[in-house]
């Protein structure tokens, strides 16, 4: 059963944009964690952003901070990630990813590793080139 259904990949050139959804259901969307995962092959998880959905705080990596955004739908369960001024280094397959149990304070604090999180999409690649 699909929990998290992520759209919007695709390739670039590098100082493009791409923008990711990330739709569920409106129990999970409530659950209150989001995040975005990325994992470049040969690489660790890298927990890019997150977002507490109760009221819109918000976490980034230093990778992404500035260039990246996520925000929230709350009519339509969904959270976005606009990817702005892309790099190649930001070539990856994008994960989204909620959590029932992380509270505000940890969930926009970070860093992100991803145990703390229940639910996970499938994932969806982009790509960079130079």
């Known amino acids: 059963q699909v929990q998290l259904v992520e759209s919007g990949g695709g390739s670039v050139q590098a100082g493009g944009s791409l923008r990711l959804s990330c739709a569920t259901s409106v129990r999970i969307y409530r659950s209150n964690c989001m995040a975005w995962f990325r994992q470049a092959p040969g690489k660790e998880r890298e927990g890019v952003a997150s977002i507490y959905t109760g009221d819109g705080r918000t976490y980034y990596a230093d990778s992404v901070k500035g260039r990246f955004t996520i925000s929230q739908s709350n009519a339509k369960s969904t959270v976005y990630l606009q990817m702005n001024s892309l790099r190649p280094e930001d070539t990856a397959m994008y994960y989204c990813?909620?959590?029932?149990?992380?509270?505000?304070?940890?969930?926009?604090?970070?860093?992100?590793?991803?145990?703390?999180?229940?639910?996970w999409g499938q994932g969806t690649q982009v790509t960079v080139s130079s």
């Open positions: 990813a909620a959590s029932e149990g992380l509270g505000g304070v940890y969930c926009s604090g970070g860093p992100l590793f991803g145990k703390e999180f229940d639910y």
